[in-house]
């Protein structure tokens, strides 16, 4: 395959910018310089060529049709793929917007679908439709990235580039670690436009190992695309989006809690222990600081212990991880299993127009909340009778209010909920007591609901 | 003759509405007063002949959080005539907004008549009058919009006018079309919205404060009750009364035997509504403008096995806690604060416990962070809960001083500070910075014992050395960094001259606060070229000798810091410029 000649542009570029750098490597002590020099930049050059024909078959071309379409009718993207089962990931973006997604690897054009849109690891699945075997790229060891290593950015383009991948070369300018990765490039042209979209383009070291995913903006390592493909193969096409939790928030330890609890700044600090979580169950408290997971130290130091705790933890359901702490001075070892994060499952109150759903651990935090059994209100319908009961012109629910008893019925959870209900109907209720817990105090109010009532724009449930 | 006596009739009422505001303003403008202090102004109107002036809490407030108490120090009541007169506050309240001022007068004054502001009705025709000084005296008419607002966050309601209130003419009355008043003008919103105080709340207050000094509220602590809507009412299947809502778990109303579900019919022998948030407010302002130490009877209807059943409650009444800081109400609890760490504090108070959702009633509530400071640095948010530092429980104003100057004076790095918010417990460590460590400070002083006190602990706490003496022969024994007097200090022209002549020469930082810049008259020249100010009734004598007077609070020029020292805030600025300066200084030595 032929390089693409704007890439040679570029690689004399950045050649220039090696001889700027280098010392005296011997280049220009004897009379075969300019020859050990041509030599070598054609070494480089090779390995360019290389690098991009092994990596090629492994990178795709997306274009999305947007359901609304604004100035443009698509988008198009870059995608690697991760498995020889067809799949591929890309950066994350909305299923809803989408109506239609092609790829093409090459010349040679797929029909997608789109398998899993996941925001919180800001990425999507796809899976092409093809017989044969594809062929994934392969993810480098991000943890021995080196500022000032050589990179190649290898981007596939549409039909008017006649689909030729085009290589840009550079090396990596910053590697930035705390609560979230990224990394600066140094020469590349990353501006993305519709024939060399440089969103989701991969970003190979000279062994053609994946190590960055380029999101526009910023240039991230490969990890988290890493291990989503990782958890994918696990689970393969099962669609469901449980999520892997321990249950902890955590900080990095400062200079001055460092000297003041007298410890090690290669460490994270536990802030907060979710309730029924697997760190609670594993017994961790919050003032606790871990110092190793599965028998790996942390050895950076402050914010970049965060970068290095998430790289270190595999998030797996039914995983046991190890866990050496610190807790008051002395040692303790603990362990902690994945589980499910808890799903949050909301459900329409019709009667009063309110949503609802059982308190849940992370409720108890985002809330505020004072209580830890009741039902949880996380949303008022417009025009129904919460919203349009008033105490004098003031919501009398509100999100965020808990209700813990319902004219006359206790009602910790959507089950006692459901069946008060119940009761109410089969009496004809028009209108109830209902006893709240808002933020620091418990509050009474009545409503009127809408037991009974048939209006147009009302479904029978 | 009918036509002509009905002619003669339809001429006069025609004549006598055109006049009707001509006619107010010639009945009342000799008892409407414009009043001014160093720092703000506005209109008040005179209650009774003897001198008793009517006006805003905010107009005489120096709305210090950290003295919630302190007046502004020289206020002026300036009459219709022009005649001046220094007024003394008798006292005053920032919610309901009234104040009560004196002056004392050889001849009797003019006083409004009072209105009952209980018979004010929408769309009835209303003047305000405005006495800016500065201003021309304005009269502005309208009616009232609305007889009761409730939703404003006051304490009581408030009547909305759309005459126009204009920031000087707070505290001016609002009348009636008879000329009676019928409230006391506060601020004005936005175009069209003007509100007022009714007439009746100020009036007792007025009462509060010559017999108190303050407004004493009255409370059954703590239950939180509210007003009953219909369908509320009709649930439950009683009468609209007040509803008691959350009875605080061992508090004293619990003890008397009020329950949560309650139903007040009766209060002292007199009924109790909640049919709207009006009667609800009016019942609170009764409750709470009772007498301490006396009894309280409620008649109660209480659900007992499916029936309501009335049952009597009664207790004493005991004083209300203080209002804590919300919004842009300072309150009435002190806050406590470490300028040189960048926060305050504020006690506990039940009702900041529910208004700002506290996670626990004991400890002590942040109430304002420097941004930037070493506090906020350490990832301290205002309303956390301080419950430890350094290990020490903080349970109240006393032991978080104690605790926190302890920590201060030591000069140690670090306070650790264990807090609560929301659901979370925080320690967070804030590294403290001495920014006059190893400077030396000397005050010589004969003033005030109080504020010298606070400049000493000011300066100790941001690691200084201070050594306090009230004669001059002290500068002598030491090298210092900065020169504080404070006082009426009196030295003899030889000792002044050679202080001064010192001072410049050494670059020593010289602090003058209130009177002592007029020792500058025996200084070197060279002052002449600084900016300075000082006690604004002393200074034409430096003004005529040359010196560069600003007349500002406080003016730092160099090593040479001058301050009025009107009041405390001003006190306060000086300071932290006087520091500024000693942490500046270098030794011409060096």
């Known amino acids: 395959m032929v390089v693409f000649p704007k890439s040679l542009m570029l690689l004399s570029m950045a050649m220039m910018l090696f001889f700027s750098t280098t010392t005296n490597a011997g280049f220009f002590d004897s009379d075969s310089e300019p020859k050990a020099g041509r030599e070598y930049l054609e070494s480089v050059q090779k390995t360019v060529d290389e690098t991009v024909k092994k990596v090629s078959s492994g990178v795709v071309f997306l274009q999305l049709a947007l359901k609304k379409p604004g100035r443009t009718n698509s988008i198009t993207l870059n995608g690697v793929v991760i498995d020889d089962k067809g799949h591929v990931a890309t950066l994350y973006f909305k299923e809803g917007d989408v109506t239609d997604v092609k790829a093409w690897i090459g010349e040679e054009e797929y029909t997608a679908k789109i398998v899993k849109a996941d925001m919180r690891n800001m990425l999507t699945i796809i899976k092409i439709e093809t017989s044969e075997k594809t062929q994934p790229i392969v993810f480098g060891d991000t943890s021995t990235l080196v500022t000032g290593q050589f990179i190649v950015g290898v981007n596939a383009t549409s039909k008017n580039l006649a689909f030729e991948p085009a290589a840009s070369f550079g090396s990596l300018k910053a590697i930035i670690e705390g609560s979230s990765d990224s990394v600066l490039v140094s020469g590349m042209n990353l501006t993305h436009n519709v024939d060399i979209p440089t969103l989701g383009m991969p970003i190979f070291n000279l062994d053609g190992e994946a190590i960055a995913i380029s999101q526009g903006r910023s240039i991230v390592p490969i990890d988290g695309v890493a291990k989503a493909a990782k958890m994918f193969a696990n689970r393969g096409d099962d669609d469901s989006d449980e999520e892997p939790w321990i249950g902890i928030n955590y900080e990095a330890v400062s200079e001055e809690l460092s000297q003041v609890l007298k410890l090690p700044r290669e460490s994270i600090r536990i802030t907060r222990v979710y309730r029924d979580s697997p760190a609670s169950k594993g017994g961790l408290l919050p003032g606790d600081v871990i110092t190793s997971i599965d028998g790996k130290k942390i050895t950076r130091r402050g914010v970049r212990a965060l970068s290095q705790i998430r790289k270190y933890l595999e998030p797996e359901i039914g995983r046991q991880t190890d866990l050496e702490i610190i807790r008051n001075g002395k040692d303790k070892s603990l362990s902690v299993i994945f589980d499910e994060k808890p799903k949050v499952t909301s459900i329409s109150i019709e009667e009063f127009g309110l949503t609802v759903n059982d308190i849940s651990s992370t409720d108890y935090y985002r809330y505020n909340l004072k209580v830890n059994e009741g039902v949880l209100v996380t949303g008022i319908e417009g025009g129904s009778p919460a919203a349009t009961s008033t105490y004098f012109g003031r919501p009398l629910i509100s999100r965020g209010d808990v209700i813990t008893e319902v004219h006359g019925f206790e009602i910790k959870n959507i089950k006692d909920l459901r069946g008060a209900l119940e009761k109410l109907r089969e009496k004809k209720e028009s209108a109830v007591f209902i006893r709240l817990q808002r933020g620091n105090r418990p509050t009474s109010v009545s409503l009127d609901t809408a037991i009974g009532q048939k209006t147009k724009d009302r479904k029978e449930k | ?590």
């Open chain 2, 1 to 590: 003759m009918r036509v002509l006596i009905t002619l003669f009739v339809l001429c006069t009422s025609v004549a006598f509405a055109q006049n009707d505001g001509e006619k107010l303003f010639r009945k009342v403008d000799k008892s409407v007063v414009a009043i001014q202090h160093e720092r703000a102004g506005g209109s008040g109107f005179i209650v009774d002949e003897s001198g008793l002036i009517v006006t805003n809490g905010h107009v005489v407030s120096m709305m210090d959080v950290e003295n919630p108490r302190d007046t502004a120090r020289r206020i002026t009541v300036i009459l219709h005539n022009d005649k001046k007169y220094q007024a003394r506050v008798i006292g005053f309240s920032l919610d309901p907004d009234v104040a009560l001022l004196k002056i004392e007068t050889t001849e009797p004054l003019d006083a409004v008549e009072i209105g009952n502001s209980d018979k004010v009705v929408t769309g009835q025709t209303c003047y305000a009058f405005g006495a800016p000084l500065g201003q021309k005296r304005t009269l502005t008419g309208g009616i009232i919009s609305n007889t009761a607002r409730t939703s404003l966050g006051t304490f009581t309601k408030v009547f909305q006018m759309d005459a126009i209130i204009n920031p000087g003419n707070s505290g001016g009355p609002l009348f009636n079309a008879k000329g009676e008043v019928i409230g006391v003008n506060t601020y004005g919103g936005k175009a069209g919205m003007g509100f007022s105080i009714p007439i009746k709340y100020a009036m007792t207050l007025k009462e509060h404060f010559q017999k108190f000094g303050r407004f004493v509220r009255t409370d059954v602590p703590f239950f939180v009750s509210k007003a009953m809507p219909e369908e509320f009412a009709k649930v439950l299947g009683t009468p609209q009364g007040v509803y008691v809502d959350y009875i605080i778990p061992n508090s004293y109303s619990e003890s008397i035997g009020l329950k949560n579900g309650d139903v007040i019919i009766e209060m002292d022998g007199k009924p109790s509504s909640g049919k709207s948030e009006e009667d609800y407010y009016e019942w609170n302002w009764d409750l709470q403008t009772k007498v301490v130490g006396e009894k309280i009877v409620f008649k109660i209807l209480r659900k007992e096995n499916g029936k309501w059943v009335e049952k009597t409650v009664s207790g004493i009444l005991k004083e209300d806690e203080p209002a804590p800081q919300y919004g842009r109400q300072i309150g009435e609890l002190k806050e406590i604060s470490y300028p040189e760490l960048g926060w305050g504090v504020q006690s506990i108070t039940m009702g900041s416990y529910f208004i700002y959702n506290l996670p626990t009633d004991k400890g002590m509530r942040v109430s304002s962070v420097k941004s930037n400071g070493a506090v906020a640095r350490a990832g301290i948010n205002a309303n956390d809960v301080i419950v430890k530092i350094n290990d020490q429980e903080i349970t109240d104003e006393e032991t978080f001083q104690n605790v926190v100057d302890g920590i201060l004076t030591e000069q140690k790095k670090f306070m650790s500070i264990s807090t609560l918010r929301g659901n979370d417990k925080y320690f967070n460590v804030v590294k403290v910075s001495y920014y006059l460590k190893n400077r030396k400070v000397l005050i010589i002083s004969n003033g005030a014992p109080e504020e010298l006190a606070i400049f000493k602990r000011r300066l100790q706490l941001q690691g200084a050395k201070v050594t306090v003496s009230s004669t001059v022969e002290s500068y002598a024994d030491g090298d210092w960094d900065g020169v504080l007097l404070h006082g009426e200090l009196a030295f003899s022209k030889k000792e002044n001259a050679e202080l001064l002549a010192s001072l410049v020469e050494k670059k020593t930082v010289l602090g003058l606060i209130g009177k002592t810049p007029l020792l500058l008259v025996d200084g070197p020249e060279s002052l002449k070229d600084s900016k300075i100010t000082m006690d604004k009734d002393f200074s034409p004598k430096l003004i005529k000798l040359g010196f560069n007077y600003t007349g500002k609070d406080v003016e730092s020029d160099g090593t040479l810091v001058t301050s009025t020292g009107f009041d405390r805030k001003t006190s306060r600025s000086f300071l932290e410029a006087f520091s500024a300066s000693v942490a500046r200084r270098t030794d011409p030595r060096d």
